[in-house]
Protein backbone atom coordinates (compact mmCIF):
# COMPACT_ATOMS: atom_id res chain seq x y z
CA UNK A 1 0.00 0.00 0.00
CA UNK A 2 1.59 3.22 -0.75
CA UNK A 3 2.47 5.64 1.92
CA UNK A 4 0.63 7.82 1.52
CA UNK A 5 -3.20 7.45 1.56
CA UNK A 6 -5.24 10.54 1.17
CA UNK A 7 -4.92 14.33 0.35
CA UNK A 8 -8.35 16.18 1.73
CA UNK A 9 -9.47 19.39 1.79
CA UNK A 10 -11.77 21.13 3.50
CA UNK A 11 -13.76 24.27 3.22
CA UNK A 12 -15.56 26.34 6.07
CA UNK A 13 -19.05 24.51 7.40
CA UNK A 14 -22.25 26.87 6.10
CA UNK A 15 -23.10 27.57 9.92
CA UNK A 16 -19.06 29.29 10.42
CA UNK A 17 -18.85 30.94 6.98
CA UNK A 18 -22.89 32.32 8.39
CA UNK A 19 -21.17 32.93 11.92
CA UNK A 20 -18.44 34.96 10.67
CA UNK A 21 -20.31 36.80 8.16
CA UNK A 22 -22.64 38.05 10.96
CA UNK A 23 -19.58 38.88 12.95
CA UNK A 24 -17.87 40.80 10.11
CA UNK A 25 -21.52 42.50 9.50
CA UNK A 26 -21.08 43.67 13.15
CA UNK A 27 -17.57 44.72 12.80
CA UNK A 28 -18.64 47.30 9.46
CA UNK A 29 -21.54 48.35 11.50
CA UNK A 30 -19.38 49.60 14.45
CA UNK A 31 -16.73 51.09 12.19
CA UNK A 32 -18.93 53.13 10.52
CA UNK A 33 -20.79 54.51 13.91
CA UNK A 34 -17.36 55.50 14.83
CA UNK A 35 -16.49 56.97 11.59
CA UNK A 36 -19.50 59.22 11.97
CA UNK A 37 -18.95 60.11 15.70
CA UNK A 38 -15.49 61.12 15.31
CA UNK A 39 -16.29 63.73 12.70
CA UNK A 40 -18.40 65.30 15.20
CA UNK A 41 -16.13 65.32 17.79
CA UNK A 42 -13.42 66.72 15.57
CA UNK A 43 -16.05 69.72 14.79
CA UNK A 44 -16.64 70.08 18.47
CA UNK A 45 -12.66 69.96 19.55
CA UNK A 46 -11.62 72.32 17.05
CA UNK A 47 -14.43 74.93 18.05
CA UNK A 48 -13.09 74.71 21.01
CA UNK A 49 -9.08 75.18 20.47
CA UNK A 50 -10.15 78.61 18.37
CA UNK A 51 -12.49 79.60 21.28
CA UNK A 52 -10.05 78.98 24.33
CA UNK A 53 -6.86 78.46 23.00
CA UNK A 54 -5.17 75.41 24.39
CA UNK A 55 -3.11 73.65 22.99
CA UNK A 56 -3.95 70.27 24.19
CA UNK A 57 -7.30 70.66 22.26
CA UNK A 58 -5.21 71.38 19.27
CA UNK A 59 -3.69 68.12 19.33
CA UNK A 60 -6.74 66.71 20.08
CA UNK A 61 -8.13 67.99 17.07
CA UNK A 62 -5.43 66.68 15.06
CA UNK A 63 -5.66 63.39 16.64
CA UNK A 64 -9.11 63.13 15.71
CA UNK A 65 -8.45 64.14 12.16
CA UNK A 66 -5.88 60.75 11.91
CA UNK A 67 -8.94 58.97 13.22
CA UNK A 68 -11.31 59.76 10.87
CA UNK A 69 -8.81 59.03 7.64
CA UNK A 70 -7.88 55.83 9.80
CA UNK A 71 -11.58 54.96 10.45
CA UNK A 72 -12.36 55.71 6.87
CA UNK A 73 -9.39 53.37 5.60
CA UNK A 74 -10.57 50.36 8.10
CA UNK A 75 -14.03 50.52 7.18
CA UNK A 76 -12.70 49.96 3.63
CA UNK A 77 -10.41 47.61 4.73
CA UNK A 78 -12.82 45.37 6.51
CA UNK A 79 -15.44 45.55 3.45
CA UNK A 80 -12.23 44.55 1.17
CA UNK A 81 -11.36 41.28 3.21
CA UNK A 82 -15.06 40.13 2.87
CA UNK A 83 -14.67 39.37 -0.91
CA UNK A 84 -14.85 35.86 -1.52
CA UNK A 85 -11.65 33.96 -2.91
CA UNK A 86 -10.48 33.98 -6.40
CA UNK A 87 -7.32 32.74 -8.67
CA UNK A 88 -5.38 35.16 -7.04
CA UNK A 89 -6.89 34.90 -3.48
CA UNK A 90 -7.29 31.30 -3.30
CA UNK A 91 -7.81 31.72 0.95
CA UNK A 92 -9.89 34.69 0.63
CA UNK A 93 -9.21 38.14 1.42
CA UNK A 94 -9.07 38.08 5.05
CA UNK A 95 -5.86 39.31 5.58
CA UNK A 96 -6.72 42.75 4.15
CA UNK A 97 -7.84 43.92 7.62
CA UNK A 98 -4.36 43.39 8.91
CA UNK A 99 -2.72 45.41 6.47
CA UNK A 100 -5.08 48.08 6.93
CA UNK A 101 -3.88 47.94 10.72
CA UNK A 102 -0.24 48.07 9.85
CA UNK A 103 -1.11 51.11 7.85
CA UNK A 104 -3.21 52.54 10.70
CA UNK A 105 -0.46 52.00 13.57
CA UNK A 106 2.16 54.17 10.93
CA UNK A 107 -0.57 56.64 10.91
CA UNK A 108 -0.77 56.59 14.37
CA UNK A 109 3.16 57.16 14.80
CA UNK A 110 4.56 59.27 11.96
CA UNK A 111 1.13 61.52 11.34
CA UNK A 112 -0.10 62.25 14.76
CA UNK A 113 2.44 61.10 17.65
CA UNK A 114 5.15 62.67 15.73
CA UNK A 115 3.66 66.11 15.34
CA UNK A 116 2.19 66.30 18.56
CA UNK A 117 5.95 65.89 20.05
CA UNK A 118 6.99 68.36 17.43
CA UNK A 119 4.34 71.21 18.45
CA UNK A 120 4.46 70.19 22.21
CA UNK A 121 7.93 69.99 23.67
CA UNK A 122 9.28 73.67 22.29
CA UNK A 123 6.28 75.24 23.84
CA UNK A 124 7.36 72.79 26.91
CA UNK A 125 11.35 73.85 26.89
CA UNK A 126 10.69 78.09 26.11
CA UNK A 127 7.27 78.55 27.88
CA UNK A 128 5.53 81.41 26.82
CA UNK A 129 2.72 83.31 27.81
CA UNK A 130 -0.77 82.25 26.10
CA UNK A 131 -4.07 83.69 26.25
CA UNK A 132 -6.58 81.28 27.65
CA UNK A 133 -10.19 82.22 27.27
CA UNK A 134 -13.25 80.32 27.65
CA UNK A 135 -11.89 77.38 29.43
CA UNK A 136 -15.12 76.43 30.89
CA UNK A 137 -15.96 75.84 27.04
CA UNK A 138 -12.61 73.41 26.84
CA UNK A 139 -13.80 71.45 29.67
CA UNK A 140 -17.25 70.64 28.42
CA UNK A 141 -16.33 70.09 24.94
CA UNK A 142 -13.18 67.44 26.30
CA UNK A 143 -16.28 65.70 28.76
CA UNK A 144 -18.81 65.55 26.13
CA UNK A 145 -16.45 64.48 23.49
CA UNK A 146 -15.67 61.11 25.88
CA UNK A 147 -19.03 60.46 26.51
CA UNK A 148 -19.85 60.42 22.78
CA UNK A 149 -16.37 58.22 21.91
CA UNK A 150 -17.59 56.08 24.61
CA UNK A 151 -20.60 55.22 22.50
CA UNK A 152 -18.56 52.69 19.79
CA UNK A 153 -16.32 51.71 22.38
CA UNK A 154 -18.31 50.26 24.29
CA UNK A 155 -20.72 48.94 21.29
CA UNK A 156 -17.27 47.18 20.36
CA UNK A 157 -16.03 45.62 23.78
CA UNK A 158 -19.44 43.64 23.42
CA UNK A 159 -18.92 42.33 20.51
CA UNK A 160 -18.32 38.59 20.73
CA UNK A 161 -15.62 38.47 18.00
CA UNK A 162 -13.22 41.29 16.76
CA UNK A 163 -11.28 41.28 13.12
CA UNK A 164 -7.92 43.10 13.07
CA UNK A 165 -9.53 46.33 11.54
CA UNK A 166 -12.29 46.34 14.45
CA UNK A 167 -9.98 45.56 17.19
CA UNK A 168 -7.58 48.49 15.49
CA UNK A 169 -10.44 50.81 15.74
CA UNK A 170 -10.96 49.95 19.52
CA UNK A 171 -7.41 50.26 20.74
CA UNK A 172 -7.34 53.95 18.29
CA UNK A 173 -10.57 54.45 20.89
CA UNK A 174 -9.47 53.65 23.92
CA UNK A 175 -6.13 55.83 22.82
CA UNK A 176 -9.14 58.44 22.60
CA UNK A 177 -10.42 58.08 26.05
CA UNK A 178 -7.18 58.75 27.16
CA UNK A 179 -6.21 61.57 25.34
CA UNK A 180 -9.22 63.26 26.35
CA UNK A 181 -8.49 62.57 30.10
CA UNK A 182 -4.67 63.93 29.11
CA UNK A 183 -6.38 67.23 27.92
CA UNK A 184 -9.29 66.90 30.19
CA UNK A 185 -6.47 67.25 33.08
CA UNK A 186 -4.21 69.92 31.57
CA UNK A 187 -7.03 72.18 30.93
CA UNK A 188 -8.26 71.74 34.71
CA UNK A 189 -4.44 72.49 35.65
CA UNK A 190 -4.56 75.60 33.65
CA UNK A 191 -7.22 76.84 35.37
CA UNK A 192 -5.76 76.23 38.62
CA UNK A 193 -2.61 78.71 37.53
CA UNK A 194 -0.05 75.75 35.73
CA UNK A 195 0.28 76.27 32.25
CA UNK A 196 2.77 74.17 31.85
CA UNK A 197 0.26 71.70 32.16
CA UNK A 198 -1.27 72.21 28.59
CA UNK A 199 2.19 71.45 26.63
CA UNK A 200 2.78 68.41 29.42
CA UNK A 201 -0.84 66.91 28.59
CA UNK A 202 0.06 67.46 24.49
CA UNK A 203 3.19 65.60 25.13
CA UNK A 204 0.96 62.77 27.01
CA UNK A 205 -1.69 62.29 24.40
CA UNK A 206 1.64 62.04 21.86
CA UNK A 207 3.33 59.26 23.57
CA UNK A 208 -0.22 56.86 24.45
CA UNK A 209 -0.60 57.45 20.47
CA UNK A 210 2.94 56.08 20.02
CA UNK A 211 2.84 53.25 22.27
CA UNK A 212 -0.35 51.66 21.48
CA UNK A 213 0.43 52.43 17.44
CA UNK A 214 3.86 50.46 18.20
CA UNK A 215 2.02 47.56 19.43
CA UNK A 216 -0.58 47.19 16.77
CA UNK A 217 2.04 47.58 14.05
CA UNK A 218 4.27 44.50 15.51
CA UNK A 219 1.07 42.70 16.60
CA UNK A 220 -0.60 42.52 12.62
CA UNK A 221 2.80 42.34 11.09
CA UNK A 222 3.20 39.19 12.76
CA UNK A 223 0.23 38.12 11.32
CA UNK A 224 0.67 38.97 7.39
CA UNK A 225 4.56 37.44 7.95
CA UNK A 226 2.46 33.85 8.60
CA UNK A 227 1.37 33.61 12.46
CA UNK A 228 0.17 30.41 14.03
CA UNK A 229 -2.39 29.99 16.42
CA UNK A 230 -0.54 29.32 19.47
CA UNK A 231 0.63 26.03 21.02
CA UNK A 232 -3.04 25.92 22.68
CA UNK A 233 -4.77 25.60 19.37
CA UNK A 234 -2.12 23.03 17.78
CA UNK A 235 -2.17 20.77 21.12
CA UNK A 236 -6.01 21.08 20.70
CA UNK A 237 -5.73 19.39 17.13
CA UNK A 238 -2.62 16.81 17.88
CA UNK A 239 -5.02 15.75 20.89
CA UNK A 240 -8.38 15.58 18.79
CA UNK A 241 -6.54 13.50 15.93
CA UNK A 242 -4.69 10.86 18.67
CA UNK A 243 -8.07 9.96 19.77
CA UNK A 244 -9.31 8.81 16.52
CA UNK A 245 -9.29 4.72 15.88
CA UNK A 246 -6.55 4.15 14.11
CA UNK A 247 -4.39 6.78 13.74
CA UNK A 248 -0.85 6.00 15.19
CA UNK A 249 0.96 9.31 15.29
CA UNK A 250 1.28 12.55 13.93
CA UNK A 251 3.86 14.72 12.16
CA UNK A 252 4.16 17.72 10.70
CA UNK A 253 1.17 19.46 12.16
CA UNK A 254 1.02 23.21 10.64
CA UNK A 255 -1.65 25.91 11.23
CA UNK A 256 -1.69 29.45 10.01
CA UNK A 257 -4.04 32.38 10.50
CA UNK A 258 -5.24 33.74 7.89
CA UNK A 259 -8.06 35.87 8.80
CA UNK A 260 -10.71 36.71 10.92
CA UNK A 261 -11.87 33.21 12.75
CA UNK A 262 -9.87 31.51 9.57
CA UNK A 263 -6.73 29.07 10.32
CA UNK A 264 -5.56 26.86 8.11
CA UNK A 265 -4.94 23.17 9.46
CA UNK A 266 -2.19 20.93 7.39
CA UNK A 267 -1.12 17.80 9.40
CA UNK A 268 0.34 13.75 8.39
CA UNK A 269 -1.30 10.91 10.27
CA UNK A 270 0.05 7.59 10.62
CA UNK A 271 -2.18 5.04 10.12
CA UNK A 272 -1.92 0.83 11.11
CA UNK A 273 -0.17 -1.26 7.99
CA UNK A 274 -1.74 -3.36 5.75
CA UNK A 275 -5.17 -1.68 6.04
CA UNK A 276 -7.22 -1.23 2.94
CA UNK A 277 -7.49 1.99 1.32
CA UNK A 278 -11.08 1.97 2.26
CA UNK A 279 -10.19 2.03 5.45
CA UNK A 280 -7.65 4.67 5.87
CA UNK A 281 -10.13 7.04 4.35
CA UNK A 282 -12.80 6.49 6.55
CA UNK A 283 -9.85 7.32 9.50
CA UNK A 284 -8.92 10.53 7.67
CA UNK A 285 -12.91 11.11 7.53
CA UNK A 286 -12.81 11.03 11.43
CA UNK A 287 -10.17 12.70 12.19
CA UNK A 288 -11.19 15.58 9.33
CA UNK A 289 -15.15 15.77 11.01
CA UNK A 290 -13.67 15.68 14.66
CA UNK A 291 -10.97 18.67 13.83
CA UNK A 292 -14.05 20.49 11.94
CA UNK A 293 -16.06 19.85 15.34
CA UNK A 294 -13.47 20.65 18.20
CA UNK A 295 -11.21 23.17 16.29
CA UNK A 296 -13.24 24.83 13.41
CA UNK A 297 -10.77 25.64 11.16
CA UNK A 298 -10.94 27.33 7.81
CA UNK A 299 -9.36 24.84 5.64
CA UNK A 300 -7.88 21.48 6.70
CA UNK A 301 -5.91 19.15 4.69
CA UNK A 302 -4.99 16.04 6.28
CA UNK A 303 -2.23 13.57 4.98
CA UNK A 304 -2.68 9.89 5.79
CA UNK A 305 0.68 7.37 5.81
CA UNK A 306 1.67 4.22 6.55
CA UNK A 307 3.41 3.59 9.97
Known sequence: MPGKLKLEKSSPKPEQEKIAGQEAAQDMRNLGLTLGLYILIFALKLIAYFASGVMALLAESLHTLSDIFVAGFLLIAAAYSRRAADET????????????????????????????FREAIPHLLNPVEREYQNLPLAIGVLAVSMIIAGIPLLSLLRGKSKGPAAKAQLLELVNDELGLLAALAGTVFIILGWPAADPLAALLVATIIAVNGIGLFRENLSFLLGRSPGKEYLDRIRATALAVKGVRGIHDLRAEVIGPGQTNVVLHILVPKHITVEKADAIVAEVHRRILTSVEPGYCVIHAESE
Not at 89 to 112: D, K, P
Open 89 to 116: HMFGHGRAQNAAALVAATLFISFTSLEL
